[in-house]
């Protein structure tokens, strides 16, 4: 099972270094949850995005996205890959709420 797990961390890191090429980010597996801790950051050093990945690499629970100024631009949740339960955006100052359940939006 380990051999399993580090061979998918192994894949996952891969995968990811491809699709965010030049973007720095740290990587840690979480033995309580068996999901994959991601911390994106921006160019300049400041926090991108946080949030995890399951084992294939699907994006699972709460992330969260920052602006280079550090201030929250979305608060998103995911369930294996798929848009879940209240995503907040926030836009020029203004909170906007966008309800997901299985992929499908509803203001």
Known sequence: MKKLI???FTFLITV???AQDKQKRDLKLNKETNLIDVVYYHDDGTVSQTG???A?????GKWLSFNTAGEKIVSANYDNGKKVGKWIHWIE???KVVNYDNNVASL
């Open 6 to 8: 580090l061979l998918l």
């Open 16 to 18: 990811v270094s491809f």
């Open 52 to 54: 995890s990945f399951t």
């Open 56 to 60: 294939d690499g699907k994006l699972h």
């Open 93 to 95: 100052g203004k909170k």
